[in-house]
């Protein structure tokens, strides 16, 4: 069993910024790949970007550019560094694990972007 815990939501300007941060209770190189979600009201929870063990990353177009995935092997802490914010990144954020076998989700929190 992993744990996920998340942290570092909360209410931002547009044009802000915030940092998501996701605390796992493995050693997080022993995961396969790490990867922020978010999920706005009605609508389905995408998949916003990820880092592999070998710290690969990837991002879906909407966060391109503007957010950044990045982890401390140290602290076992993978973290979402989130610049010029818009109030379409309104939405609950995630992260997941993905072991072998078996996936894991952090709790969620809810980022709020103001116009």
């Known amino acids: 069993q992993v744990q996920l815990v998340e942290s570092g939501g909360g209410l931002v300007q547009a044009g802000g910024s915030l940092r998501r941060s996701c605390a796992a209770s493995?050693?997080?190189?022993?995961?396969?790949?790490m990867a922020w979600y978010r999920q706005a009201p009605g609508k389905q929870r995408d998949r916003i970007a990820t880092i592999t063990s070998a710290g690969g990353t990837n991002y879906a177009d909407s966060v391109k550019g503007r957010f950044t995935i990045s982890r401390d092997g140290a602290k076992n802490m993978v973290y979402l560094q989130m610049n010029s914010l818009k109030p379409e990144d309104t939405a609950v954020y995630y992260c997941?694990?993905?072991?072998?076998?078996?996936?894991?989700w952090g709790q969620g929190t809810q980022v709020t972007v103001s116009s």
């Open positions: 493995i050693n997080i190189f022993s995961i396969n790949v």
């Open positions: 997941r694990a993905f072991l072998s076998q078996d996936n894991y």
